[in-house]
């Protein structure tokens, strides 16, 4: 299969709780997820824009062709594991995220999730946000060196493994 070079991130547009409202997705989208890859590595990253086209086709296109998929599953949003589930039908190279707290799924929890820390205002929130930085760069360069790693529980499954 030919995989798009990118990193296509799936996250809620709008308000999913009091914490998170569209503000706060998109600035998790432009300051923390884009900022930060973009800091160690020249891949473009994007996520879904409401455009006149068929925008579910535009995402199922890129759930199956692009080359990393970086899933935020904080506040366990249908959308985003719908879509999970369709990325992980077809492909690896999947990542999964999640602010600390949020309740995990157990068919989500058995594979690594990457953890962020709810903002705040104790000392340890930077510390905890540059781990999270550092793990997810890990992530990264593991996806693009180790592409046929399996992080798909169904590719697994269907593989015999």
Known sequence: MNYDRKIFVIMPFSKTTNDHTETYWTNQFDYLLKATIGNFIDIPIERSKPVRTDILRDIVKNLIFSQIVLADITDLNAN?????????????????????????????????ILLYPKLNTDPKYHEELEKFKKDLKIAINDCLTNPELSDSHVLETLSGR
């Open 80 to 112: 985003v594991l719908w879509e999970l589930g369709v990325r992980q039908s077809f492909t690896n190279g999947t990542i999964v995220i999640a602010e600390k707290g949020t309740p995990i799924p157990f068919d989500i929890s058995i594979k690594g």
